[in-house]
């Protein structure tokens, strides 16, 4: 079954298996927005990467640091966590554990709207309203100059053939299939693993974050020195996402809006202890 699906070369020169080629070629990209301000690591750290899609942070991080990192991956979308799956069983590395689930405010199971054209949109929180792909579409118009590679060159077309085709990736990209996954705390990792120290959580989990956050029991924050999210500031979620790391002592925080997503919902959240 491997070998249905399809392989990439990575520039570092490591080959994975993936989805779709753009969102790679984006996401590899966004890899280095996880490290800055202030947020750093070292040989042997513990790092949790809650959505860690088909693994490109993961693995980011194992290479960055000589695959000597120990690494609890998390993947709810059974499609995906497959390819996450194969992705790490090619490093045949002990220290990285996948998980075919999410991480959330409670355990359960959910049904989950998996978009094959855009993995990384997934969400057990689905918006596909024409008001927001009206929104999608104007953050992509107003910003082509800054937007990733796959995207920017529509600058270069007439207004309304750039119009045309965006309608027709939104439209691709928002294809949904419900699918059934499951969830846990972050807590209950915690105590199943004997995790003593998480020295970074990595969340980009598409509109989820806060419920990750809200899985992390009292006595389990001061385990966690840093955290890294991406935030969607729905009903002032950046706000209730601070005060939450303010109030368990990640006190140091940094907020960013990424030049292409300027005027958008989505924000990244750095935390330090």
Known sequence: MADLIPKIILSNGMEIFYKNREEVEFLCKEMPLYLKNGIELHEGATVFDVGA??????????????????????????????????????????????FPYGLSHTSGTVNFAYYPNCTGWSTLYPDDSQYQRYLIKKLALDNLNEAP????????????????????????????????????????????????????????????ELDVLLGIEAQDWQKIKQVVLEVHDLNNRVTKVTDLLMQNGLNKITIE???????????NVYALR
Do not use: M
């Open 53 to 98: 899609n088909i693994g490109l942070f993961t693995l980011h991080v194992s290479k960055l640091y000589n695959h000597n990192i120990s690494i609890y991956a998390f993947e709810p979308a059974p499609a995906i966590y497959n390819i996450l799956e194969r992705n790490i069983q090619r490093l045949k590395s002990e220290k990285i554990k996948v």
């Open 149 to 208: 590679d796959f995207i920017r060159w529509l600058r270069w077309l007439p207004n309304f053939l750039r119009a045309f085709i965006l309608d027709q990736k939104i439209n691709k990209a928002f294809q949904a299939t419900q699918v059934t996954c499951h969830l846990k705390t972050l807590s209950e990792i915690i105590h199943e693993q004997n995790i003593e120290q998480i020295d970074l959580v990595k969340i980009d989990v598409e509109r989820s």
């Open 257 to 267: 809006q990424q030049s292409f997503l300027k005027s958008s919902e989505y924000f």
